[in-house]
């Protein structure tokens, strides 16, 4: 998606999944030089981007939060990434979705369930959702 490498500000996707694309797109392709918590405005919502916020300066200056990883593969470098798929979620509303995530040195693929909602008419996601992490409001918000 084009309107992607001009940045999340200027792109207007109408659905999750072409919400969802973008962000692939831009924090977890092959071309990816940044992290979706340095754009928590963008990408994530109100909720959620205070949190990440919040985590980042409570560590204190030069110090990293809790948040030491990109939240949207649960890992510390996309560059092991092979590909994404994005796909339904079984049994949930179309606000959510999943990443199934395939890992050059890993098999099978690793699910990552991303949330949406709509704000101030932009998808963004408001949970990121995978086996280590239950729930990403939930590990920010816990003391």
């Given at each position: 998606?084009?309107c992607c490498l001009?940045?999340?500000?200027?792109?207007s996707a109408t659905?999750?999944?072409?919400?969802?694309?973008?962000?692939?797109?831009?924090?977890?392709?092959?071309?990816?030089?940044?992290?979706?918590?340095?754009?928590?405005?963008?990408?994530?919502?109100k909720a959620l981007?205070?949190?990440?916020?919040?985590?980042?300066?409570?560590?204190?200056?030069?110090?990293?939060?809790?948040?030491?990883?990109?939240?949207?593969?649960?890992?510390?470098?996309?560059?092991?990434?092979?590909?994404?798929?994005?796909?339904?979620?079984?049994?949930?509303?179309?606000?959510?979705?999943?990443?199934?995530?395939?890992?050059?040195?890993?098999?099978?693929?690793?699910?990552?369930?991303?949330?949406?909602?709509?704000?101030?008419?932009?998808?963004?996601?408001?949970?990121?959702?995978?086996?280590?992490?239950?729930?990403?409001?939930?590990?920010?918000?816990?003391?």
């Amino acid at each position: 998606m084009t309107c992607c490498l001009l940045g999340l500000a200027a792109c207007s996707a109408t659905t999750p999944k072409a919400q969802a694309q973008a962000l692939v797109d831009r924090y977890l392709s092959a071309k990816a030089d940044n992290s979706s918590i340095n754009r928590a405005d963008t990408v994530y919502s109100k909720a959620l981007s205070t949190l990440i916020k919040k985590d980042q300066t409570s560590a204190g200056p030069g110090e990293l939060g809790r948040l030491d990883f990109e939240p949207l593969c649960n890992c510390q470098d996309t560059g092991a990434i092979q590909s994404v798929t994005i796909t339904d979620t079984d049994g949930k509303p179309p606000q959510w979705l999943t990443l199934q995530i395939k890992w050059e040195d890993r098999s099978p693929t690793t699910p990552i369930l991303l949330h949406f909602i709509q704000e101030d008419g932009q998808w963004r996601i408001d949970d990121v959702v995978s086996n280590d992490i239950p729930s990403l409001h939930t590990f920010l918000s816990a003391p």
